[in-house]
């Protein structure tokens, strides 16, 4: 082809079926996004206003599709800027992309005003592959290897382009030595394990009594055959958060998240197995896991390093989990003793007893949990869900009901805050005409996602459906964290780390264009989120919420008590709320009735 590296860099992505890239120009990638232009919309370029959020975008787009996310930024604060996103990437097994800018050629080594060391920079969040283009010829094998890397070990990788050599004429690689003839094209393979493995594990299965079951990230697509199998062994199916869209909430089988947000009946699942089936999941916490010797394991995972990790399997199975499922399937034994499936069902149905108290009882001015119990109900039935890191995500956690065909995500193994609102855009790309709802703290949209409000705003006519709801729990407070340090350490509230200012977000909202609507009181919520649903156009919805409901873990153990208790009698600047709010949620699980 004639053209610039730049022009080719475009036309290679898009023969790679690259047709979006979120980003943020600067001058060290001005040849790329001069191709961009020259490309006449072959890539759509999505603006985000800020690097960091860009990646997320990108590691949303790969989430959300099963794409390649790709991103864009220039040389320096640009290219450190994609850091955290691409990190939230990498943790996730995310297949993303970062393409950036560096320096002229010459003047590298020479303390160049914007000239960071990226490839070193860079080794952490892309070392599956990362590297500097040193001439156009070796563009076209630098791009191939980094999308092939990408997508078929589900890694970040990213490509370096110096700017002067983003505007050289493209040349193909000469037919001589020391040169390199890539192509592309990718074919996903069939991963399943050897028939005497498989065998061992439905040995391992066939022999428990109480089989409990944790579905991870790497199930999202083996729905049909994880409901086949639990049905079979009589399961019960606890789910990690990123997991959460791997099975439907109203299976009464279905036991919910698990871990420091999760659920009690996933609790007691764990606690009272005698065997463990993991599908590909990374669930970081062994202590919510059965303890070592108490159940036989098998674990199913593409990534040979994340087997055994967590809990000593006794049968580790390297597949795709769907394929692997199906391969397992016929060798498993229908066990017709159902008093196992019996107890999960009803520590399940207790439990949804005890969320539908716990969201109605009566905070000051807004239980949390209300406004999620509320929205469950409401979502359409292809819609999909993000949330925030910090005490939003217990509500999503718990308190939202998955139904089959939606999807849900966020920011899992980095757990970083400011990823929601850049997970919801990204979504609505690649799904306009779907629903998209937003769960968000204050501290989140103070940080970053306040200004992304703008990318919707710059964006959201676009669309093919406008239903796009921010919803914001604004507390004044960065809550989880400060939970964290009342239970975990036993101190009370600091104020100078943990109160925020209070800030119209609703009013900002309305002043670029989209609807706000604000709610206090309790009995407004169903109608607002009714009311967004129904809207014209892209809604925040500010809830004024209590930051003095507790977040209260699956099982409190007594180390935690005695912390918290510590905390009241050092006096907590919130102590008063705090003991009310406890008391009430506590009771409410165990008072008929009680509000």
Same mark, same amino acid.
């Given at each position: 082809m004639t053209g610039t590296v730049g022009d080719f860099l475009v036309e290679r992505l898009y023969q790679w079926g690259v047709r979006r890239i979120f980003g943020y120009?600067?001058?060290?990638? %001005?040849?790329?996004?001069?191709?961009?232009?020259?490309?006449?919309?072959?890539?759509?370029?999505?603006?985000?206003?800020?690097?960091?959020?860009?990646?997320?975008?990108?590691?949303?787009? !790969?989430?959300?599709?099963?794409?390649?996310?790709?991103?864009?930024?220039?040389?320096?604060?640009?290219?450190?800027?994609?850091?955290?996103?691409?990190?939230?990437?990498?943790?996730?097994?995310?297949?993303?992309?970062?393409?950036?800018?560096?320096?002229?050629?010459?003047?590298?080594g020479g303390h160049y005003q914007q000239e960071l060391d990226l490839l070193s920079m860079f080794k952490d969040v892309a070392g599956a592959f990362v590297q500097q283009a040193s001439t156009p010829e070796q563009v076209r094998h630098l791009l191939?290897?980094?999308?092939?890397?990408?997508?078929?070990?589900?890694?970040?990788?990213?490509?370096?382009?110096?700017?002067? +050599?983003?505007?050289?004429?493209?040349?193909?690689?000469?037919?001589?030595? /020391?040169?390199?003839?890539? /192509?592309?094209?990718?074919?996903?393979?069939?991963?399943?394990?050897?028939?005497?493995?498989l065998q061992r594990a439905a040995?391992?299965? %066939?022999? /428990?009594?109480?089989?409990?079951?944790?579905? /991870? !990230?790497?199930?999202?697509? !083996?729905?049909?055959?994880?409901?086949?199998?639990?049905?079979?062994?009589?399961?019960?199916?606890a789910k990690a958060l990123l997991g959460k869209a791997v099975l439907p909430d109203d299976l009464p089988w279905v036991t919910g998240s698990i871990g420091l947000l999760g659920t009690e009946p996933s609790y007691q699942l764990m606690n009272e197995c005698d065997t463990l089936l993991m599908i590909g999941s990374g669930f970081p916490y062994a202590e919510f896991l059965?303890?070592?010797?108490?159940?036989?394991?098998?674990?199913?995972?593409?990534?040979?390093?994340?087997?055994?990790?967590?809990?000593?399997?006794?049968? %580790?199975?390297?597949?795709?989990?769907?394929?692997?499922?199906?391969?397992?399937?016929?060798?498993?034994?229908?066990?017709?003793?159902?008093? $196992?499936?019996?107890?999960?069902?009803? $520590?399940?149905?207790? $439990?949804?007893?005890?969320?539908?108290?716990?969201? +109605?009882?009566?905070?000051?001015?807004?239980?949390?949990?209300?406004?999620?119990?509320?929205?469950?109900?409401?979502?359409?039935? %292809?819609?999909?869900?993000?949330?925030d890191s910090g005490s939003c995500a217990n509500w999503f956690a718990r308190d939202l009901q998955i139904r089959q065909g939606m999807q849900c995500s966020l920011s899992g193994g980095l757990a970083s805050m400011g990823a929601a609102v850049p997970y919801a855009i990204a979504a609505k790309f690649a799904h306009p005409q779907r629903a998209v709802v937003a769960l968000v703290g204050d501290g989140a949209m103070q940080m970053s996602n306040l200004a992304e409000l703008i990318t919707v705003a710059k964006y959201w006519q676009q669309w093919d459906n406008p239903q796009w709801i921010c919803a914001v729990f604004n507390n004044e407070d960065l809550n989880q964290v400060t939970w964290e340090q009342r239970v975990m350490e036993g101190d009370p509230k600091f104020?100078?780390?943990?109160?925020?200012?209070?800030?119209?977000?609703?009013?900002?909202?309305?002043?670029?264009?989209?609807?706000?609507?604000?709610?206090?009181?309790?009995?407004?919520?169903?109608?607002?989120?009714?009311?967004?649903?129904a809207a014209d156009r892209p809604v925040l919805i500010e809830f004024k919420t209590d930051p003095n409901v507790p977040p209260l873990p699956p099982h409190i153990k007594l180390e935690q008590a005695k912390k918290f208790a510590s905390t009241l009698l050092q006096g907590d600047p919130n102590q008063a709320g705090v003991i009310v709010q406890t008391a009430k949620q506590v009771l409410s699980s165990v008072l008929p009735g009680k509000k």
């Open positions: 120009p600067g001058d060290g990638i %001005n040849g790329v996004f001069g191709a961009l232009s020259r490309a006449n919309g072959k890539i759509e370029f999505i603006q985000a206003r800020h690097e960091e959020m860009a990646a997320f975008m990108a590691s949303a787009h !790969a989430k959300f599709t099963g794409e390649l996310g790709v991103c864009i930024a220039t040389s320096g604060p640009g290219a450190s800027h994609l850091l955290t996103g691409l990190s939230d990437a990498r943790m996730d097994h995310q297949p993303v992309l970062a393409i950036v800018g560096q320096q002229a050629r010459a003047a590298l191939d290897r980094a999308v092939r890397t990408a997508v078929g070990e589900r890694r970040v990788t990213a490509i370096i382009l110096p700017n002067d +050599l983003q505007d050289l004429p493209y040349s193909e690689p000469p037919r001589a030595h /020391g040169t390199v003839h890539s /192509g592309i094209g990718y074919s996903k393979p069939k991963v399943v394990p050897f028939g005497e493995d040995d391992v299965l %066939n022999a /428990g009594r109480k089989v409990a079951i944790l579905v /991870g !990230a790497g199930a999202l697509q !083996a729905t049909e055959q994880v409901i086949a199998l639990a049905e079979k062994l009589g399961a019960g199916v059965p303890k070592e010797g108490q159940a036989r394991g098998v674990q199913i995972d593409l990534q040979p390093d994340m087997l055994s990790l967590r809990y000593p399997m006794e049968v %580790n199975l390297v597949g795709d989990a769907a394929q692997t499922l199906h391969a397992l399937l016929p060798l498993l034994e229908h066990k017709a003793d159902r008093r $196992w499936r019996d107890k999960v069902e009803s $520590w399940r149905a207790h $439990w949804d007893k005890t969320l539908e108290k716990r969201a +109605l009882v009566k905070a000051e001015p807004i239980n949390p949990q209300r406004v999620v119990y509320e929205l469950s109900p409401r979502l359409p039935d %292809n819609a999909i869900i993000s949330s104020e100078a780390s943990q109160s925020i200012p209070d800030v119209p977000y609703h009013l900002f909202a309305i002043s670029i264009g989209l609807q706000g609507i604000y709610v206090e009181r309790e009995e407004d919520i169903a109608d607002a989120w009714e009311r967004a649903l």
